[in-house]
């Protein structure tokens, strides 16, 4: 069975800096791996996705992410934060088309002004 | 993109009351339909998953007979909390996707509180 694992429950960051929210996986086979930004009260929104291809995935709003296969990791980054990054980040994972998503338990990223 | 609506955003009932929770996709046709409920501070759990056409098929530990789900149309489902209790107030969101897809489209989620 698939899972993810985002180790941190809050990550603090000054507006500027470069941000990193961390997210390892495991599946048997090939992941697909996403990354989805939720704000208060709403849905989530689809910032990038892994499925093949080149290692780092950019996406929306900035933010990258790079698959790293022996480490099983699937970090999202951003080289300058902002404000209105703060948000709640769930990084997620399927092993086949068709197959529901299994989430991790979300990271709550504050940037300060 | 795709957008996934989802119908009422906000609802409080009574509790022994029944709610109904649509989703629906609007621009596209989805085969494959997933409900989540998330808690305060807390990752999406899968509730079931439903085909268009087919019964739905529940997580384990998921009571089918509480939480009816129906994906009558390859754009529609629904989910009804029947006799509801102030334990199943949660945020409930669903996602849609196309046969053969990679990607899930989530709503904006429904808030239920039951009193």
């Known amino acids: 069975a698939q899972s993810v694992a985002q180790p941190e429950d809050q990550v603090n960051v000054a507006e500027g800096n470069p941000l990193t929210v961390k997210c390892t996986y495991s599946v048997s086979g090939n992941p697909y791996l996403f990354w989805y930004v939720q704000y208060p009260n709403r849905g989530l929104q689809f910032l990038l996705k892994y499925i093949t291809g080149d290692n780092l995935v950019k996406g929306s709003y900035g933010f990258e992410a790079e698959f790293n296969k022996s480490q099983t990791s699937f970090h999202l980054k951003k080289p300058s934060a902002l404000v209105s990054d703060s948000a709640l980040y769930f990084c997620?994972?399927?092993?086949?088309?068709?197959?529901?998503?299994?989430f991790g338990k979300g990271t709550r990223l504050s940037v300060i002004a | 993109g795709a957008v996934v609506s989802q119908h009422p955003s906000r609802v409080i009932c009574k509790s022994g009351t029944s709610v109904k929770i649509e989703c629906r996709s609007l621009?596209?046709?989805?085969?494959?339909m997933f409900w989540y409920r998330q808690f305060p501070k807390k990752s999406l759990m899968l509730m079931a998953t439903?085909?268009?056409?087919?019964?739905?098929?529940?997580e384990q530990g998921v009571e089918k007979d509480k939480f009816l789900i129906n994906h009558a149309s390859l754009t529609l489902s629904t989910l009804t909390v029947t006799s509801a209790h102030p334990e199943d107030s949660s945020f409930y969101i669903c996602?849609?996707?196309?046969?053969?897809?990679?990607?899930?489209?989530f709503g904006p989620g429904t808030r239920l509180t039951v009193l």
């Open positions: 997620a994972v399927r092993d086949a088309r068709g197959t529901p998503l299994v």
């Open positions: 996602s849609a996707s196309l046969s053969g897809s990679d990607e899930q489209f």
């Open positions: 621009d596209f046709q989805a085969t494959t």
């Open positions: 439903s085909n268009e056409g087919s019964k739905a098929t529940y």
